[in-house]
């Protein structure tokens, strides 16, 4: 803690108490989905009109704009979650929890936004709907993670307890994803050599790489604004008897 | 009580009671040859393809058989409050809780392993491949019941676990299902399959190890 300069770990004190995480996030807000619309205008801009179509695929490469940032945040919340649930269990922050099981809703949806934009591209490209590849076999199997620890959230009455269950579950799934995955990847080459599916990585060029970062922090973006919009729903929920929250809706009437 | 003779003492305590109600150790192996049985009958008898898929048939119905018995693992004991006092023992939870995994394992898993390769000659599976079926169900039905476990304490304090835990636990249990399944696969055309053996027991070491952990918190957890 020593290493850490004191107003970060005042911050982190204050955001750690309810009624300040609200109005905080509160605050924060609006500069987010204000920061979102921005980032997210200039990526689909850049990445719908600007940038160039591919000389094979044409124009229906540009899905990677939505298809491969929401992979790329399917892997990235699900850490989130295991980590946010590690701190939960360890010091008992109630806003850990509440960050951990908000993220899933978003990480499942993302998972399987990857997948059903996956499928779409795969049809006119491969000429089916699904192919039993390493990635998208992977990637089917952390959406039945997710569904996992949503279904377990759900199945336990006292949030309290149900938040800890999903914490134990979220890092048991984070100790098992890289072996699924390279499991899955083996499974895969064991089976069937290269074949369509198996693409020599593309360099890509920078008038297509630029528009997909944008798109990447743009998701990011979306992602922290959900998530901070559920779990200030959830705290409100859990905090119902709790002082502040009353004062805020009496104030508010 | 030392924490040998404690350690030791949960393993007789839960093989005595599985002795006792027999039906606990017939229902999973029932399971497991009737699941087998089902599949010729849905897709038709022809020795070649039964052949091809022998392998995975067997691991799939081992891994549907596995999950199947472990309601049988906690439940009872969660239900009559003997779980409670095992939690207060001044022994460490992990180790008493691998006893119980190692006793429920040698209670489903193991009869497992004697039918296995009846109904892989019934499937009309190689002789040369059936040892290393036996090798692989021998390393692999353990890491199922290590893995099924954090399912179970997850799940034991709710009234109706048993959807919910198969969708915690099956996605676990892929890379089993994998390099068991192609390591029966490749034994059968006469491949070496070193690899998936080695991995197979990397899996079961990592499991014995790490998987006692979180069951012991997740536990501590449905009983809080």
């Known amino acids: 803690m020593f290493l850490i300069p004191d107003p970060v770990v005042r911050f982190f004190h204050r955001m750690a108490s309810p009624p300040h995480f609200y109005a905080f996030t509160g605050r924060l807000m609006p500069w987010l989905v204000v920061i979102f619309l921005l980032v997210t205008a200039v ?3 850049g990445g719908l009109y600007l940038a160039p179509a591919d000389y094979q ?31 939960g269990l360890i010091w008992r922050i109630k806003l850990a929890e509440i960050v951990a099981i908000s993220s899933a809703p978003i990480g499942a949806s993302f998972t399987f936004i990857a997948l059903v934009t996956g499928s779409l591209w795969g049809k006119p490209m491969w000429g089916t709907w699904w192919v039993w590849d390493a990635r998208l076999t992977s990637e089917l199997i952390l959406l039945f993670l997710y569904l996992g620890v949503i279904g377990l959230y759900g199945a336990i009455d006292d949030k309290r307890i149900a938040s800890r269950a999903v914490a134990i579950l979220a890092l048991v799934g984070v100790v098992n994803i890289p072996i699924i995955h390279y499991s899955v990847e083996w499974w895969n080459t064991l089976h069937q050599g290269p ?19 944008l798109m990447a922090v743009s998701f990011k973006f979306y992602y922290l604004i959900a998530m901070l919009q559920r779990a200030r729903t959830e705290l409100l929920l859990r905090e119902r008897n709790a002082q502040w929250v009353k004062n805020m809706v009496s104030e508010s009437k | 009580m030392s924490l040998s003779r404690a350690f030791f003492a949960v393993i007789r305590r839960d093989l005595v009671l599985a002795l006792r109600h027999r039906s606990e150790i017939a229902n999973p192996l029932l399971f497991f040859i009737l699941v087998i049985t089902l ?13 091809a898929i022998a392998p995975g048939i067997i691991w799939v119905s081992a891994l549907l058989a596995a999950m199947l018995s472990l309601d049988n693992l906690f439940r009872s004991d969660f239900d009559d409050g003997s779980l409670e006092q095992m939690l207060l023992s001044p022994h460490p939870t992990t180790v008493l809780v691998l006893a119980k995994i190692i006793a429920h394992w040698l209670v489903t898993g193991l009869p497992l392993l004697i039918v296995a390769p009846l109904l892989a000659v019934f499937l009309g599976m190689p002789n040369h491949s059936l040892g290393i079926l036996l090798l692989t169900l021998l390393l692999g039905t353990p890491v199922l019941s290590l893995i099924g476990a954090v399912g179970v304490a997850l799940t034991v304090g709710l009234r109706r676990g048993g959807m919910i835990l198969s969708l915690l636990v099956l996605p676990l249990y892929v890379p089993v299902l994998i390099f068991a399944g192609n390591a029966v696969q490749m034994a059968g055309s006469g491949l070496p399959v070193d690899a998936q053996i080695n991995i197979l027991i990397a899996i079961l070491l990592m499991a014995l190890v790490l998987a006692p952990l979180p069951v012991a918190a997740a536990l501590k957890m449905s009983i809080h």
Do not use: E, N
């Not at chain 1, 124009?59 to 946010?84: Q, T």
């Not at chain 1, 060029?205 to 528009?211: A, F, G, K, R």
């Open chain 1, 43 to 45: 990526g689909l801009y």
């Open chain 1, 195 to 213: 074949t369509v599916t198996k693409m020599d990585k593309p360099s890509i060029h920078v008038s297509m790489l630029i528009p997909l970062l």
């Open chain 2, 39 to 51: 599949f010729p009958l849905g897709i038709g008898a022809q020795p070649h393809l039964l052949q």
């Open chain 1, 57 to 87: 695929q044409g124009d229906s490469y540009r899905i990677i704009y939505i298809h491969v940032p929401s992979a790329w945040m399917s892997l990235f919340i699900y850490v989130v979650m295991a980590v946010a649930g590690a701190i």
